[in-house]
């Protein structure tokens, strides 16, 4: 349904600009080529911090800090997951979906919440319904946990910035 009302939109757009002034419908063409050009080259400055993150993390795992930053922050994912067992697969996926929100890197914490996902889904009764555990790593995923902004440092420097670090200590205090 949304894709239909985005397409509506963007046929109204170009047939208003093509009809309002003929000339207006070769400036609609040209922006449209140099907006998906500038979306590419975004993306594609992206592509670098994902990997590195997600890289990262993957060594953390590998390395055996997830289960050592797991048993550290137990006290807290045991407060707030009651419903997992201690040393599952799940609350290792969970903490490292959280170490990703905190430093900004939310394209990296994607991947790593969806595992999260995939492991408190086994281990909850009712394949039908959400378990109290999946609500609350949602709910927390969704309060925007994040102390440094690294994605959008990334989006600042790809854009040209001067100094695209600048807004790392209003973004932490707020």
């Given at each position: 349904?949304?894709n239909?009302?985005?397409?509506?939109?963007?046929?109204?757009?170009?047939?208003v600009?093509?009809?309002?002034?003929?000339?207006?419908?070769?400036?609609?063409t040209?922006?449209?080529?140099?907006?998906?050009?500038?979306?590419?080259?975004l993306?594609y400055?992206?592509i670098?911090?994902?990997?590195?993150?997600?890289?990262?993390?993957?060594?953390?795992?590998?390395a055996g800090l997830?289960?050592?930053l797991?048993?550290?922050?137990?006290p807290?994912?045991r407060r707030?997951?009651?419903?997992?067992?201690?040393?599952?697969?799940?609350?290792?996926?969970?903490v490292?979906?959280?170490?990703?929100?905190?430093?900004?890197v939310?394209n990296?914490?994607?991947?790593?919440?969806?595992?999260?996902m995939?492991?408190?889904q086994k281990?909850?009764?009712s394949?039908?319904?959400?378990?109290?555990?999946?609500c609350?790593?949602i709910?927390?995923?969704?309060?925007?946990l994040?102390?440094v902004p690294?994605?959008?440092?990334?989006?600042?420097?790809?854009?040209g910035?001067?100094?695209?670090t600048?807004?790392?200590?209003?973004?932490?205090?707020?």
């Open positions: 349904m949304i239909r009302i985005w397409l509506a939109m963007l046929v109204i757009g170009v047939a600009a093509a009809f309002r002034e003929p000339g207006n419908i070769k400036t609609v040209t922006s449209v080529v140099a907006g998906g050009d500038e979306a590419v080259r993306a400055s992206l670098g911090i994902m990997a590195f993150w997600s890289g990262m993390m993957r060594l953390a795992e590998d997830v289960r050592q797991g048993k550290l922050l137990s807290l994912t707030l997951f009651p419903s997992v067992p201690a040393g599952h697969p799940a609350l290792g996926a969970i490292l979906s959280f170490s990703a929100n905190i430093l900004g939310g990296a914490a994607t991947p790593l919440g969806i595992k999260a995939q492991e408190l281990l909850n009764p394949r039908e319904e959400a378990s109290d555990a999946i609350t790593f709910a927390i995923c969704a309060a925007g994040t102390l690294g994605t959008l440092i990334a989006l600042r420097a790809a854009a910035s001067q100094d695209p600048i807004i790392m200590i209003p973004a932490m205090l707020a």
